[in-house]
């Protein structure tokens, strides 16, 4: 991270932004030591989504993490459920998550992954809602593990995963839950391409200043019709919001989100960095 | 294959299924020596299909074969059309072996297609039912033969091959009408993962227990929104169908098939062990 | 190329028409020295789409080219764009280019795209409007560089892009702009395969007179259903083109277009044969 890069949010706590320049941002999740999503990184999510979009110069933004081993990771159940089921919805009319991630996908600049550590839940989910992802061949850990929690995914990717890389893989990623790593996410095509840690910097830096240079109008009109031909409607999005929050209301659900804790959930260590691995052990 | 492993369908012929445990089936195709689907096979599926759909305990199926070299094999046209025709409509409207099709695509359960040896017309279509499919690198031969003589397929993969792999790859597979081994498959997402024979079972096996060890709630739950997102419609499933019958009335077809026969199809050996190759002999 | 081809439709001047058989044509793109398409063009290429449209005997047809390097170029805009638009809209209702790219979809028979050298623009437009494409591994260049030099692109890749590969990859092609070797569009799905230079011709060739010797009913049937399940509508196409005549006439396009021309666009050299990189020196 660039040392003179600084939050240009007011009260930002949780995301970083910074400006590379004037077409080309950064947003860093910085929220150790798990990059955790509660109901603050939301309502701070929600002020830089209102940003982007309104931005007149902003053409390019790029999504990382300031956490080792951490890109962006599931959700903080130490939170009560109500925190995050009472924010407002979003202007699209969906729930404050769902909200994000579709604005995102309609907003008329050029946004890209950059995916480092675990991606797993709302990590995944902000990837599908980038235009382009790239990820470090060593580092990249990329999940949706609800299933294996009793839990159905929140953000959409019921919708989107089988639009981008087929119903089949589609169903073999939502419903093993295991962590998928670099290769495997390149080769399903859930991500652009899966680059050598060493090269993955300069290549989405290369990236991002090149489509920084080229015309706003040329980007937003180009991206509008791709969306035209690839989005989910807004209720296919709200359809998974709904049944999100109906399976974490099971107790079923919540006996096994306990139990995963009792194993470590939500702790540095083992369980979070293998989340694939403990999800046997919890269902054992 | 378990030696404790029995029939659990009584009259079971030609399908076998047998209960790794109460969460976990096998149906494993056993219609020696060539696995060709006729009426008899069909009636026997659909009730097994009403036992997937039913039974509340049950969470992940892997279909495989007891034959050697061929997991599925296209239908057995020495029957004469009018009993393939003539079976009941099933519940969702649609005709038998669509039907059937269609009804596994919405089990409330997750599906596992293991290919081993031939895998054409039906058996491709069975793997394109499924939840996932994975093939072993060195026995699985894939394919869509049926344009190679003068048919249209009637499983529908017209409908579900480009929106798994693209439209370009599916008129390759459809109107090449060639044998596929297991890597061009996997390249091409027609299935999941192409592994060493020696490790198929291991990584099949491993992956349902997992599965099968996971919520029935959660399974269904989202695989209901991911079909939602990438299922044809039983309308487009019919008109693939219907152009099926059609296309096996023609007489152009029927001499196809003939000369086809006597070139071996039909028998075991060169011309069942190599269609795709045969049917440029056919053609010549 | 054979030498007893010849011109099969008259006057032909940029597209040649050789009939392999009456079964298989090839259509040779032969527009020397960059093979631009301008107004000419077109209304040749309108004229051998209803030949394939219409001849019975056809069932396949190969799209290659005459000029060492370009398989077919981006739009020569030397030409004044009112000689465009002035074109009679096609049978479809969609203006000259769109027209044509939608009737090859549609036609009875097989289409197939030999990818050598750049494919740019319509090139890759082309690529899309075919029913399989095979680049050289070692030759082949495809881009939609449209975006960086603040165009949009007018024949579809916004629609048929991220059906065929996904929203990710298909806003790389589209937003990056950049050139695309054979081996990455092959492991995007934007091509079929890539394969060497030296075994193309006679894989391609192969696989026309396989597929030529099938049965053109079976052909066209199962086309007509992969079509139903993966062509964008007309209007889908019909509003790229729009954009696309919209974005040419912004005076921010036309003084990027001209000083792209300064670089040495439109000229043989190395603006031509590195568009993806010179658009990153224009837009410096």
């Given at each position: 991270m660039n040392p003179t890069m600084k939050a240009e949010i007011s009260n930002a706590k949780q995301i970083r932004v910074s400006k590379a320049s004037a077409n080309y941002w950064r947003v860093t999740f910085d929220?150790?030591?798990?990059?955790l999503m509660g109901p603050a990184f939301l309502v701070e999510f929600a002020e830089i989504v209102r940003a982007i979009e309104s931005d007149e110069q902003l053409k390019v933004v790029v999504f990382d993490s300031a956490v080792e081993g951490f890109f962006l990771n599931h959700s903080d159940f130490t939170v009560k459920l109500e925190e995050l089921t009472s924010l407002p919805q979003g202007p699209t009319g969906l729930e404050a998550w769902p909200d994000i991630l579709v604005r995102l996908t309609l907003a008329p600049v050029v946004t890209i992954a950059k995916i480092r550590g675990r991606a797993t839940g709302n990590g995944s989910e902000i990837l599908l809602a980038c235009d382009m992802t790239f990820a470090s061949r060593e580092k990249a850990l990329i999940s949706q593990w609800e299933v294996g929690v009793g839990m159905v995914a929140g953000g959409g990717p019921m919708a989107r995963l089988p639009r981008q890389i087929g119903r089949s893989r589609a169903l073999e990623v939502l419903l093993g839950s295991d962590d998928i790593h670099g290769d495997l996410a390149e080769a399903y095509g859930y991500v652009n391409r899966s680059l050598p840690d060493a090269d993955l910097d300069v290549f989405v830096d290369a990236l991002a200043i090149r489509v920084g240079s080229f015309d706003k109008w040329a980007i937003f009109n180009t991206k509008r019709l791709v969306n035209a031909a690839s989005l989910p409607t807004d209720i296919e999005m709200a359809a998974g919001w709904d049944v999100c929050i109906a399976s974490v209301k099971r107790p079923a659900t919540q006996a096994r989100i306990k139990a995963f804790m009792d194993l470590g959930f939500h702790k540095p260590g083992d369980a979070e960095n293998h989340i694939g691995k403990y999800l046997e052990r919890l269902n054992r």
């Open positions: 929220n150790p030591p798990l990059n």
